[in-house]
């Protein structure tokens, strides 16, 4: 029943996906369809690397848990200023629900799940938390949105001010014209979608599947912070972020990709010997 319920869910969100592109490329400029195109790659490769790692019911779970608060929180954030100050979104991010385009809860899943894995190898040498209970569950969580708000301390900036993809209400705010509120913001919700996950789904690693396969998709997060990574490095402003992303981003990058190697040589060793 849930390999059914993830199959339909699956065909479902491509066909919405092609919809979306499609939508993008007929009304808004070719700015609009590369990062709209970036952010489904995002959603797709995470969607793929949660149900190879964690399975159906768990990644039906997160989608769910961080398309739904992720996008509550940006409506009530447009609305009342809450969680990240006062903005609004310009047409950049192409077609909207409400007042939030509709690849912003795509990027809420895909960089909590990208955070959530590489803070479990971190801390745990594997992709996901070794056992159920608070402690674990809120040390996993709190990790994670430290990895993500480390993202958003360069990408903020030049989202708002090269890109012009959202308007800050406040201006000269102390981080390069940003407010702090912001990142208390991303903080807050990419703790709570966590939890939520994790407490609702109480994932574990899937039995099923090859060896190969799980170590294809535990890289796959880190492949894809390293992305972006790269991609701060060399295009966001001020030139000062592309330092700080280096190291606040670099630094977790480093740890799960060694986490990983020591993971992925004892999955195997455990596969062969079975």
Do not use: N
């Not at 047409?91 to 955070?115: E, Q």
């Amino acid at each position: 029943m849930v390999h059914r319920r993830i199959g339909a869910t699956g065909a479902a969100l491509t066909a919405l996906s092609a919809a979306l592109l499609l939508w993008t490329a007929l009304s808004f400029p070719l700015l609009s369809l590369v990062l709209v195109t970036a952010c489904l790659v995002l959603g797709g490769v995470s969607l793929w690397s949660c149900h190879t790692l964690l399975g159906p019911r768990s990644t039906l779970v997160f989608v769910a848990a961080a398309a739904v608060l992720g996008w509550l929180a940006e409506e009530t954030g447009v609305s009342f200023g809450w969680f990240f100050g006062s903005y609004y979104y310009t047409d950049v991010l192409g077609p909207r629900l409400g007042a939030v385009p509709l690849v912003i809860p795509v990027m809420w899943f895909g960089l909590c799940y990208t955070g959530f894995a590489m803070a479990c190898l971190v801390l745990w040498r594997q992709p996901c938390p070794p056992a159920a209970g608070w402690k674990a569950g809120g040390l996993a969580a709190l990790l994670t949105a430290m990895i993500v708000t480390a993202f958003d301390l360069g990408a903020d900036p030049y989202f708002v001010y090269v890109l012009k993809a959202w308007i800050m209400e406040k201006k000269g705010g102390g981080w390069f014209g940003e407010t702090v509120k912001g990142f208390e913001g991303w903080m807050v919700v990419s703790f709570v979608i966590t939890c939520f996950f994790q407490a609702t789904a109480r994932p574990r690693l899937a039995a099923t599947g090859s060896a190969a396969a799980a170590r294809r998709a535990a890289l796959a997060p880190i492949l894809v912070f390293s992305g972006l990574i790269v991609f701060q490095v060399t295009q966001t402003q001020p030139i000062a972020l592309r330092i700080i992303a280096f190291f606040a981003m670099g630094i977790p990058a480093l740890i799960a990709a060694v986490a990983w190697s020591q993971w992925a040589r004892t999955l195997e060793a455990s596969h062969d010997g079975s």
